[in-house]
């Protein structure tokens, strides 16, 4: 059970001169389940591993729980981690499979003294662990002494120094001792048999690994890190290996486990659908940044910019080239395909407070949240059918708007609404009416593909601060004039 977090992480990998992963910020909660996705390459393995210790971190801070764990060892590090291409021994059964970790390692058990109570002492093993690292890192900050930057090195011997602090400290302080010993058979035993109830593989445990299925081999590999008893379980595209329907049965399944074992998970995926499914939060990531953190649902509604927008969602959002536009009553709308589709007030007011100019947009709008309608509705877009899946409760039409140079749209209408008629003219590639809701928009700077809503302050300036009733000194904060240029430069564009 434990936090895990991440301050300003970065990692290069040798000879790379863009960073794998870059600036990655994350406080993962006690007991929560969080889910890194995004395309092949981001990052996401090499955050996990550097999570696990498997890969070195080129600048920034882990910490499990309070402790800074970037010199602690995997092995020390409390975690679990599952892999994609997992190994199982062949000519193991599935029982030595899951003990085979337990009977190998040493673990902490506590030292007990003649009186029959945990003797008390400075615990050598960690004092020796320390001044080991404390030499390490005194070497090699001597070794790039000469081609480090004063920067770098000022930030080494920070680490240097918190280090020797904690060396200080474990060689001074009494605490309760712990001895590494091998684990006791019965314990081995009761682990894997627990282990085994919780995964439903109890059957198989005299099985070796040939005479099982892909699913209860991948079941065998998750139960190899339960038996550990980690604070943190990491799982690293562990069902990319199996067949769609498979994956669907096991993603149920880690939502059962989750319940059962209540740990921390952080889990790699590329599939949005199992990161929507699986995650209390989930991250998204491209070219080693973060784009976005937060629940599913929020990463629905409210996506930060063009590429979470399309990356969460199937079918994809529909994105259409657009202009915001200020109305002669003091609203905003988005122009699209000639007609302004009006945003609401508190939108209207928000962009007004923020005087945000009238920029070239990307409206962003999902297939589901285009509305089929009547020719003669005042707000409806008239597009060709150009071809159309029946899904059974549903119908996914492709169509082009008749707009000059509009690009092709999808649009996901329910079939219990449309008549035989109306079903048999988009099948054959008839015409169709449809009708946009402002609610469910998305307004995306054409220009750097971010969330208007999202940058407002950033980007457009704070609100003007409403006027002291007293005059005040007569000099305007900086940020408000900066932004006040900015917003001239644009309206110049
Ligand atoms: P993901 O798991 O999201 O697919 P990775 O974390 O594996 O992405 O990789 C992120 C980036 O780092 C990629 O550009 C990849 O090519 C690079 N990379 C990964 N491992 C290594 C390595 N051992 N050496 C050099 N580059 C690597
Ligand atoms: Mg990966």
New binding site residues.
Partial sequence: MATVTLKNVY?Y????E?P??ADFNLEIKDKEFVV?V????????????MIAGL?EITAGEIYIGSRKVNEVEPKDRDIAMVFQNYALYPHMTVYNNMAFGLKMGKFPYPKMGPDGKQVIGIDERKVRTLQGQVNRMEKERNRLAIIQSQDELAEMDKNINELQMELRKAAATPVPLFDMKHMPKAEIDKRVKDAAQILGITEYLGRKPKALSGGQRQRVAIGRAIVRNPKVFLM??PLSNLDAKLRNTMRGEILLLRKKINTTFIY?T?DQIEAMTLGDRIVI?RD?FIQQVGTPQEVFDDPTNLFVAGFIGTPQMNFIDSRLVKLSNGKYAAEVYGKNIVLSDEKSKMLADHKVPEIPLVFGIRPEHITLCKADDPIAHKAKVDVSEMMGSEIYIHATPDFAGAQDIVVRAPTINLSPAERKNIVDGGDIYFKMDEKASHLFDKADEVNIFHKLDKHFGPVAPVAPATPAAPVAPKAEVKANQDVKKDEKK
């Fill in positions: 990692k990998y040798e000879k790379n863009i794998a992963v890194f995004g395309p092949s390459g981001c990052g996401k393995s090499t955050t996990l591993r890969e690293d595209e790699v590329h990531m080693g």
